[in-house]
């Protein structure tokens, strides 16, 4: 994997004044620290009627680039249904406190309805 150190490192010299090999070896394993980030999850009732292709419109034209603008955004993913009609979204942000201002700033309108919020901490991403 590029940017990834080998496990271990090692440097070898030759003394020719004393015919001697001498080997280091370095410890080269990464520290890697990690930095949690969090997630909501939102679970809306989509409406009746609508298609696929209009809601995309919507995500696209309105949705997404306010998502885009809020503080801490990282990502976003929406789902939709492989039937009925419960929408879900997962949007990541940075910090747990962005993620709560997310749900404050966020505007479900009608005919949309809000089923459900929820944050969570993001435990692996790829």
């Not at 306010?66 to 503080?71: C, D, E, L, T, Y």
């Not at 949007?91 to 993620?99: D, P």
């Not at 479900?108 to 809000?114: D, F, H, R, S, V």
Request: glycine share 6%.
């Amino acid at each position: 994997m590029a940017g990834t150190l080998p496990e271990r490192v090692s440097a070898e010299t030759f003394a020719p004044e004393v015919h001697t090999v001498t080997r280091v070896v370095y410890d080269a394993v990464p520290t890697v620290r990690r930095m949690a980030m969090f997630a909501v999850v939102t679970k809306v009732e989509l409406p009746e009627g609508e298609t696929i292709e209009r809601g995309r419109k919507e995500l696209e034209t309105n949705v997404l680039p306010m998502v885009k603008q809020a503080p801490g955004f990282v990502s976003a993913v929406f789902l939709s249904p492989p039937e009925g009609n419960e929408g879900l979204s997962v949007t990541v942000f940075q910090t747990k406190e962005q993620a709560e201002g997310a749900i404050q700033m966020q505007r479900i309108e009608p005919p949309m309805k809000l089923i459900s919020n929820e944050i969570r901490e993001v435990a692996a991403s790829a």
